[in-house]
C-alpha cells in the first residue's frame, strides 16, 4: 500500500491534504519539484539557434511536410484516375447495353 505523505493543500479536496505522490520513485511531485530546475529551464530558455541554423531547420522541416503532402497528393491523384476509370467503364456497358436492347 502507499505511504501517505502530509502535503497540506497537495488535493484540497482529501482529508487532512494528505498525497500519495511520495510512494513511487518517479512520482508526479518529483518530476514537478524537477521541472524548477532542470527541465522547466530548458523548456523556457532562450533557443540557441542562430539565424542560419534556424533557417536550414525551417528548410528541412519544410522539405520533409512538401515529401508527405507529395505523397498524399499521389494517393489523391490515383484514387481520382481509378474513379474516371470506373466511370467510363460504366458509361461504355450502359451504352453497350442500350444498344442491345433497341436492337
Known sequence: MAKLVNAPG???GV???TCKFDSYPH???NIF???KGD???T???KNKMNSH???QWKLKMYSRWEDTLEERLA???AAKAKLEEQIKRDATEKLHDDMRDSV
Open 10 to 12: 497537495c488535493f484540497p
Open 27 to 29: 512520482s508526479f511531485k
Open 75 to 77: 494517393g489523391v491523384r
Open 43 to 45: 523548456m523556457f530558455c
Open 39 to 41: 527541465l522547466l529551464s
Open 15 to 17: 482529508p487532512g491534504g
Open 33 to 35: 519539484i524537477n521541472m
Open 53 to 55: 541554423q534556424y533557417r
